[in-house]
């Protein structure tokens, strides 16, 4: 079927949340099922930040939701949203 390229924007639950440690855990939550192929930190306001992740995911049915909830549940998650999509 091929993969999908997704971007997603995480949000933490406050300025307090250490993004380092909320990365390793979304990392770790969806290391088994997807390729995470860039981070980074983008400044939202007033001090709040977000992790920008490219994870390449199989294209099948589900998968973006799996990812998703995977993300959303890790500690100090506030959301998580697919900012693109892109096939490769």
Same mark, same amino acid.
């Given at each position: 079927m091929g993969?999908?390229?997704l971007t997603f924007e995480i949000m933490p639950n406050g300025l307090e949340v250490d993004l380092d440690t909320m990365r390793k855990g979304?990392?770790? =939550? @969806? &290391? /088994?099922?997807? =390729?995470?192929? +860039?981070?980074? @930190? =983008?400044?939202?306001?007033? /001090?709040l930040k977000a992790l920008m992740m490219?994870?390449?995911?199989?294209?099948e049915e589900g998968m973006m939701d799996?990812?998703?909830a995977? @993300? /959303?549940s890790v500690e100090g998650v +506030? &959301?998580?949203?697919v900012f693109a999509l892109n096939k490769i």
């Amino acid at each position: 079927m091929g993969q999908v390229l997704l971007t997603f924007e995480i949000m933490p639950n406050g300025l307090e949340v250490d993004l380092d440690t909320m990365r390793k855990g979304v990392e770790t =939550k @969806i &290391s /088994g099922f997807c =390729k995470i192929e +860039q981070v980074e @930190i =983008k400044p939202i306001a007033f /001090g709040l930040k977000a992790l920008m992740m490219n994870i390449v995911v199989e294209d099948e049915e589900g998968m973006m939701d799996r990812v998703e909830a995977e @993300i /959303g549940s890790v500690e100090g998650v +506030q &959301s998580a949203r697919v900012f693109a999509l892109n096939k490769i």
